[in-house]
């Protein structure tokens, strides 16, 4: 199968359609050439691309240059125009039909030219999609896309076309200057070793890990298994016969049956048991620490009395913003007076809100807004009163109906200064303000009687610029101010006196939602007889001291309980224990003795040593059992081991052949090429045992490298033999092509008569592709395959590039 035509749009410097490259399936050498810069590597890059989906020295360049994945671009590379559609598309003609390989970008719809990761050049063949057409019908399937492509040869084209196809201008002498284990990597899709052997050296190695897995911590392998188990029945079984000796020198007589936890499933406490040294070891220091609680009954019934109080005696921590959770008593010494008198507190709260409303409308004149209804239920104004006055104000209604609109404003002036001559008398009885001073224009004045004239003397003033009904109005509102208002201003003033502050309220609100725990700490409290404070304090000193007094009577009233024991006791978690065998039960408590208990340890000893013997003979069987396996495991894992031996040997010598192939052509080659041998030394290919490294010589004695003492011409001659050897010994049947890039840059003209030679009489079955941009280079060529009868197609990329973009 070979290369029949390749169709370019904007992509790189083909801005439009070019398909010029066409029928050429039939030529042996198609010959690319002109100037630099007009499209001859983008023709390789173009086939590559298509063939493999990347073109490898982008992937280079970017790790050169330091590019991150995920840095972000304006534009994206290759890509002439990103508005519009660019395609690569190459066909290929075989014995077998036609097949196309399209490799197609499609303009994004959303807003181009922004800064983007999208653009960044690592992710540019992705924005690509692939298209396969065989014999004009597309498949569309992925699965039979993938199989199409793996029936033709063109699957996983990567490295094969890297090594073997084709050498590209920055390529000559990247693969010799390669360090000797990478050369290996870059070589290992000549090494893959064929299928079956791949999956029985898989399997092997498998199968052995299955065994013996020894770096890992939770899959360790049947042996390793096998291994820890013979070492834990050993120790078991060693365990069990100390058991057995100890039981049989102790010779303790038979002991009768009693169960101790009738209404629970204790495993120690069941009739018939059989117990392990483990569950042995565990049921003897169960009952022992029982033992211990029974023998010290009185100190464990303290400790249980004292432990609710030990657990919320905390220091004194005097937070402002204290929460319960933070230190419960501190919390319920400090809040519990507040929530005791909830009730109260929020009564007289919205009462006292009411007066100050009430006071509000009497100094501000607002009589209207009062709420006679409040003044009634608290008897500050008899029935009568309220009765005449609601009368009089009736009248003002009807009088205020008939004002002027300057009388309007006057009185409206009026009662603004005589609010604020009310809020003044205020300030000055509290001593925040001079009587002396006008609070209205701020003069000072030498008498306060002076001061009060000058304002009356204003006040009249403004009276007479009113009409008879705002007069007449002024006199009905003074005469109820003098007889009931002043009077009332007076008791609300004697009632606000005692207020609960609007903190003091707040509070209360926050802290009564943890009303009910604060009742259990005072219900507590009482088993003790102590009381928490009536009156709440906001003084923290007070506060501090009176909880230091309460501890210390909390303290004083607790149970004896003495320190040795009560450190065992926790040690020991008797409060745990007392809830799992006692159920909290004070009388079960008391009940079960330790007479009892010791009992049960010698039958739980009884029945250890009876169920001792039938599982030391178990374990025996079992280890029996165990070594038995072991043997046989290990007799199949030395086998496998020498098996695999093999198959990695066979592998090496499979390598070794590959490279016994390539070698002898390299050396005729790089002789032909040079024209000559190096220094009168040939070109030798060195590996070690494992084949793990590949390095080029030129003696066997001395081993160093040919970069050594090779010119770069001569390399970039040893660069083109490897290629040569590689294509001519594992170019694929169905894709024999060979594509060179500008070769004259880097050899001379002896070395260019000698790979003429070569291409001409090795690879006359190869579709050649090469550029130049020496003319003489081009005519030689010409010249020496029309010799030999070889069809040779030229392109003249300048030219065809400059029609192209008219």
Same mark, same amino acid.
């Given at each position: 199968?070979?290369?029949?035509?390749?169709?370019?749009?904007?992509?790189?410097?083909?801005?439009?359609?070019?398909?010029?490259?066409?029928?050429?399936?039939?030529?042996?050498?198609?010959?690319?050439?002109?100037?630099?810069?007009?499209?001859?590597?983008?023709?390789?890059?173009?086939?590559?691309?298509?063939?493999?989906?990347?073109?490898?020295?982008?992937?280079?360049?970017?790790?050169?240059?330091?590019?991150?994945?995920?840095?972000?671009?304006?534009?994206?590379?290759?890509?002439?125009?990103?508005?519009?559609?660019?395609?690569?598309?190459?066909?290929?003609?075989?014995?077998?039909?036609?097949?196309?390989?399209?490799?197609?970008?499609?303009?994004?719809?959303?807003?181009?030219?922004?800064?983007?990761?999208?653009?960044?050049?690592?992710?540019?063949?992705?924005?690509?999609?692939?298209?396969?057409?065989?014999?004009?019908?597309?498949?569309?399937?992925?699965?039979?896309?993938?199989?199409?492509?793996?029936?033709?040869?063109?699957?996983?084209?990567?490295?094969?076309?890297?090594?073997?196809?084709?050498?590209?201008?920055?390529?000559?002498?990247?693969?010799? $200057?390669?360090?000797?284990?990478?050369?290996?990597?870059?070589?290992?899709?000549?090494?893959?070793?064929?299928?079956?052997?791949?999956?029985?050296?898989?399997?092997?190695?498998?199968?052995?890990?299955?065994?013996?897995?020894?770096?890992?911590?939770?899959?360790?392998?049947?042996?390793?298994?096998?291994?820890?188990?013979?070492?834990?029945?050993?120790?078991?079984?060693?365990?069990?016969?100390?058991?057995?000796?100890?039981?049989?020198?102790?010779?303790?007589?038979?002991?009768?049956?009693?169960?101790?936890?009738?209404?629970?499933?204790?495993?120690?406490?069941?009739?018939?048991?059989?117990?392990?040294?483990?569950?042995?070891?565990?049921?003897?220091?169960?009952?022992?620490?029982?033992?211990?609680?029974?023998?010290?009954?009185?100190?464990?019934?303290?400790?249980?009395?004292?432990?609710?109080?030990?657990?919320?005696?905390?220091?004194?921590?005097?937070?402002?913003?204290?929460?319960?959770?933070?230190?419960?008593?501190?919390?319920?010494?400090?809040?519990?007076?507040?929530?005791?008198?909830?009730?109260?507190?929020?009564?007289?709260?919205?009462?006292?809100?009411?007066?100050?409303?009430?006071?509000?409308?009497?100094?501000?004149?607002?009589?209207?807004?009062?709420?006679?209804?409040?003044?009634?239920?608290?008897?500050?104004?008899?029935?009568?009163?309220?009765?005449?006055?609601?009368?009089?104000?009736?009248?003002?209604?009807?009088?205020?109906?008939?004002?002027?609109?300057?009388?309007?404003?006057?009185?409206?002036?009026?009662?603004?200064?005589?609010?604020?001559?009310?809020?003044?008398?205020?300030?000055?009885?509290?001593?925040?303000?001079?009587?002396?001073?006008?609070?209205?224009?701020?003069?000072?004045?030498?008498?306060?009687?002076?001061?009060?004239?000058?304002?009356?003397?204003?006040?009249?003033?403004?009276?007479?610029?009113?009409?008879?009904?705002?007069?007449?109005?002024?006199?009905?509102?003074?005469?109820?101010?003098?007889?009931?208002?002043?009077?009332?201003?007076?008791?609300?003033?004697?009632?606000?006196?005692?207020?609960?502050?609007?903190?003091?309220?707040?509070?209360?609100?926050?802290?009564?939602?943890?009303?009910?725990?604060?009742?259990?700490?005072?219900?507590?409290?009482?088993?003790?007889?102590?009381?928490?404070?009536?009156?709440?304090?906001?003084?923290?000193?007070?506060?501090?001291?009176?909880?230091?007094?309460?501890?210390?009577?909390?303290?004083?009233?607790?149970?004896?309980?003495?320190?040795?024991?009560?450190?065992?006791?926790?040690?020991?978690?008797?409060?745990?224990?007392?809830?799992?065998?006692?159920?909290?039960?004070?009388?079960?408590?008391?009940? #079960?003795?330790?007479?009892?208990?010791?009992?049960?340890?010698?039958?739980?000893?009884?029945?250890?040593?009876?169920?001792?013997?039938?599982?030391?003979?178990?374990?025996?069987?079992?280890?029996?059992?165990? #070594?038995?396996?072991?043997?046989?495991?290990?007799?199949?894992?030395?086998?496998?081991?020498?098996?695999?031996?093999?198959?990695?040997?066979?592998?090496?010598?499979?390598?070794?052949?590959?490279?016994?192939?390539?070698?002898?052509?390299?050396?005729?080659?790089?002789?032909?090429?040079?024209?000559?041998?190096?220094?009168?030394?040939?070109?030798?290919?060195?590996?070690?045992?494992?084949?793990?490294?590949?390095?080029?010589?030129?003696?066997?004695?001395? $081993?160093?490298?040919?970069?050594?003492?090779?010119?770069?011409?001569?390399?970039?001659?040893?660069?083109?033999?490897?290629?040569?050897?590689?294509?001519?010994?594992?170019?694929?049947?169905?894709?024999?092509?060979?594509?060179?890039?500008?070769?004259?840059?880097?050899?001379?003209?002896?070395?260019?008569?000698?790979?003429?030679?070569?291409?001409?009489?090795?690879?006359?079955?190869?579709?050649?592709?090469?550029?130049?941009?020496?003319?003489?280079?081009?005519?030689?060529?010409?010249?020496?395959?029309?010799?030999?009868?070889?069809?040779?197609?030229?392109?003249?990329?300048?030219?065809?590039?400059?029609?192209?973009?008219?």
């Amino acid at each position: 199968m070979k290369i029949k035509s390749l169709e370019i749009c904007n992509f790189k410097l083909f801005d439009k359609n070019f398909n010029e490259i066409s029928n050429i399936s039939e030529v042996d050498l198609i010959l690319l050439n002109g100037p630099n810069g007009y499209g001859k590597t983008t023709i390789f890059d173009a086939i590559e691309f298509a063939l493999t989906g990347e073109i490898k020295r982008i992937y280079q360049y970017s790790d050169e240059l330091g590019v991150k994945k995920n840095d972000a671009y304006n534009k994206k590379i290759l890509i002439a125009d990103e508005t519009k559609e660019a395609y690569i598309k190459l066909c290929l003609e075989g014995n077998k039909g036609e097949i196309e390989i399209q490799r197609i970008y499609n303009p994004e719809k959303e807003k181009l030219n922004k800064v983007s990761k999208e653009n960044n050049p690592y992710n540019i063949f992705k924005k690509f999609e692939m298209k396969l057409i065989v014999d004009g019908q597309e498949i569309k399937e992925t699965e039979e896309v993938n199989r199409t492509l793996q029936e033709y040869h063109l699957n996983d084209m990567g490295d094969f076309f890297d090594k073997c196809c084709f050498l590209s201008q920055d390529e000559h002498l990247g693969f010799l $200057k390669k360090a000797n284990t990478d050369k290996v990597a870059a070589l290992k899709f000549l090494f893959d070793i064929p299928s079956e052997q791949k999956d029985e050296e898989d399997r092997v190695d498998k199968l052995m890990k299955s065994l013996k897995n020894e770096n890992r911590t939770k899959n360790l392998g049947y042996i390793t298994k096998l291994e820890n188990q013979k070492t834990k029945l050993n120790s078991e079984i060693e365990s069990l016969n100390k058991h057995i000796k100890e039981a049989t020198t102790n010779n303790e007589p038979k002991i009768s049956y009693q169960r101790l936890f009738p209404e629970k499933t204790v495993y120690w406490d069941m009739e018939s048991m059989t117990l392990d040294g483990e569950k042995y070891d565990e049921a003897i220091a169960e009952i022992e620490k029982l033992i211990y609680f029974s023998e010290n009954q009185e100190a464990c019934l303290n400790f249980l009395y004292n432990k609710p109080f030990k657990d919320i005696i905390e220091p004194f921590r005097g937070n402002e913003n204290i929460i319960y959770t933070d230190n419960p008593l501190e919390y319920t010494y400090r809040y519990y007076p507040l929530v005791k008198d909830e009730e109260k507190l929020e009564t007289t709260y919205f009462e006292q809100q009411k007066y100050n409303i009430l006071k509000e409308n009497i100094n501000k004149r607002e009589l209207q807004k009062i709420n006679w209804n409040f003044i009634s239920s608290k008897k500050l104004l008899d029935e009568g009163a309220i009765n005449k006055i609601k009368v009089k104000l009736e009248q003002v209604s009807q009088l205020e109906k008939t004002q002027s609109i300057v009388s309007k404003v006057v009185t409206s002036i009026t009662k603004t200064r005589t609010t604020l001559m009310n809020l003044v008398n205020d300030a000055v009885q509290q001593s925040i303000i001079d009587d002396k001073t006008c609070p209205l224009c701020g003069a000072s004045y030498s008498e306060k009687y002076v001061l009060d004239q000058k304002i009356k003397a204003e006040t009249d003033i403004l009276q007479a610029l009113c009409d008879n009904s705002s007069k007449e109005i002024n006199v009905i509102i003074d005469s109820l101010y003098k007889e009931y208002f002043d009077a009332l201003l007076k008791d609300i003033e004697n009632k606000l006196k005692d207020t609960i502050s609007e903190g003091i309220f707040n509070k209360l609100q926050e802290v009564k939602k943890n009303k009910s725990h604060m009742y259990n700490i005072k219900d507590l409290l009482l088993k003790l007889s102590i009381n928490l404070p009536e009156k709440y304090t906001e003084d923290i000193i007070e506060i501090d001291k009176g909880y230091n007094d309460l501890i210390q009577i909390i303290t004083k009233k607790l149970r004896t309980v003495p320190q040795e024991i009560e450190i065992q006791l926790n040690v020991k978690d008797f409060i745990h224990e007392y809830e799992k065998y006692y159920d909290k039960n004070e009388e079960s408590f008391i009940k #079960l003795t330790s007479e009892m208990l010791r009992t049960k340890i010698n039958y739980v000893k009884s029945s250890f040593f009876n169920s001792s013997i039938k599982l030391l003979n178990e374990k025996k069987n079992e280890l029996e059992k165990t #070594l038995n396996r072991l043997e046989e495991l290990n007799r199949i894992y030395t086998e496998l081991s020498n098996y695999q031996d093999a198959i990695k040997k066979g592998i090496k010598e499979y390598k070794r052949k590959i490279i016994q192939d390539i070698e002898p052509l390299l050396y005729v080659y790089t002789a032909k090429i040079l024209q000559q041998k190096f220094n009168g030394k040939s070109i030798y290919i060195k590996t070690d045992d494992d084949m793990e490294n590949i390095q080029f010589i030129n003696s066997v004695d001395d $081993k160093q490298d040919i970069l050594y003492n090779m010119s770069s011409g001569q390399l970039a001659a040893v660069s083109l033999s490897f290629l040569l050897c590689m294509n001519q010994v594992y170019s694929k049947q169905d894709l024999p092509i060979l594509l060179i890039d500008d070769p004259i840059q880097t050899i001379d003209d002896v070395n260019m008569v000698g790979l003429v030679d070569i291409l001409r009489h090795e690879f006359d079955d190869r579709q050649i592709f090469i550029s130049t941009h020496e003319q003489k280079f081009e005519w030689y060529l010409a010249y020496k395959y029309k010799m030999t009868g070889r069809e040779i197609k030229p392109f003249n990329m300048k030219n065809l590039l400059l029609l192209n973009d008219k």
